[in-house]
């Protein structure tokens, strides 16, 4: 779908073309692709093969029939062809046009596009997909919405993520502490999705959206990374990558159970498995540290597998690790000291 909504976004001559027929009012039916399986499907018509052009469409829009157009959207191939799907697919559509498209994107698998004559709505269908384009206007004013709301999120998300790490050098994470991160967390990621889904539609309209999007939460992926390997319980690439994606398929009454989540992380559960204390490996203390390569902090937390031990570490054990010197034991040391200065100043109590 969002290849789907990506071609025909604003901005794109195919968009516009879409928009003209639109206001033309005279309807069209387009299939994107000529594959043998459209061939069997096609009967008569003219053969255009000219470069595809949004004026070009809606001059052709005005005859009866199809319009086919290259894979790629940039010639148009034929006009005023009849399209015969075989009539056993099933359709929910009543008109003959969309009918026939349907059936079409059904039977072929390529995407087809029907501009209704009488109710001024663009529909694209693929497959088993289909999708009726919203107006601009109200997609726009959706996702403002949505933009705020992940404000509010991310002000909620910053102050649990700042607790977070403050208890971590107390050495006083709770799982529940964890699970409630991984729950706010989780949620800004759903709304940022809901907004890149509206950013696809509009197009070029959503270039503003975009930026925000980016500003407020582009690097919250990542972050959302480095919390499951600073708490999951097997540190696997391959682990990592399973809960992550396990989490972005709950359903959101399971992602409000905090037990779920922790077993999820790996833990078995006990009755008192809320309360039970856990440290971080340090990879999101690590990621902070300004210029420290991956490997480095690959190697540290091997060496001292919890941040715990890595704050307590002297200058000389620090240095003892693969790729550290002695100045940089000291910028780990000094820097790691700043972070937590700094939570315990943001931490609200
Ligand atoms: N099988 C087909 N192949 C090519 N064109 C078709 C086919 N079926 C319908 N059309 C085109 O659709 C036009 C309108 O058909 P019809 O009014 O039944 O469609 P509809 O789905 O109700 O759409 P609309 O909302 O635009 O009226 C036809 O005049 C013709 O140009």
Do not use: W
């Not at 071609?7 to 069209?28: D, H, I, S």
């Not at 009726?132 to 997609?139: E, F, N, P, R």
């Amino acid at each position: 779908m969002t290849q789907i909504l990506q071609l025909v976004a604003p901005g794109t001559p195919f968009r516009e073309g879409l928009e003209n027929v639109l206001r033309a009012k005279t309807g069209a039916l387009l299939v994107v692709g000529y594959s043998p399986e459209v061939m069997e499907i096609v009967d008569g018509g003219f053969s255009i093969n000219c470069d595809f052009s949004p004026n070009y469409l809606y001059e052709l829009a005005k005859m009866d029939g199809a319009i086919i157009l290259s894979e790629d959207i940039k010639r148009i191939l034929y006009a005023n062809t009849q399209l015969i799907p075989d009539s056993s697919i099933p359709s929910i559509e009543t008109g003959i046009r969309h009918r026939t498209a349907e059936r079409v994107a059904k039977q072929t698998g390529k995407l087809v596009v029907s501009i209704s004559q009488r109710r001024n709505v663009i529909t694209v269908y693929q497959g088993n997909l289909r999708y009726s384009l919203k107006d601009i206007g109200v997609i726009l004013t959706k996702a403002n919405q949505a933009i705020q709301t992940l404000e509010k999120y991310k002000t909620v998300l910053d102050q649990a993520f700042t607790n977070l790490g403050a208890s971590e050098f107390e050495e006083l994470v709770t799982l529940h502490e964890v699970a409630n991160v991984i729950q706010r967390l989780e949620m800004v990621l759903r709304v940022k999705n809901e907004i890149k889904r509206y950013i696809n539609e509009l197009g070029t309209e959503g270039r503003l959206i975009s930026m925000q999007l980016e500003e407020l939460v582009g690097n919250t992926d990542a972050e959302a990374l480095l919390l499951i390997k600073d708490y999951c319980r097997e540190n696997t690439e391959e682990k990592v990558r399973e809960i992550s994606a396990t989490l972005k398929r709950m359903s959101s009454e399971e992602l409000l159970d905090q037990q779920h989540i922790i077993r999820l992380l790996g833990y078995p559960y006990t009755n008192t498995m809320m309360e039970e204390t856990v440290s971080p490996r340090g990879y999101r203390m690590l990621h902070k540290l300004p210029r420290l390569p991956a490997v480095i902090i690959h190697n540290l937390v091997e060496r001292f597998e919890r941040l715990p031990h890595m704050v307590m570490a002297t200058i000389e054990e620090l240095d003892e690790v693969d790729g550290i010197g002695e100045v940089r034991a000291r910028a780990i040391k000094e820097g790691l000291k700043r972070i937590q200065e700094q939570l315990f100043i943001d931490r609200h109590i």
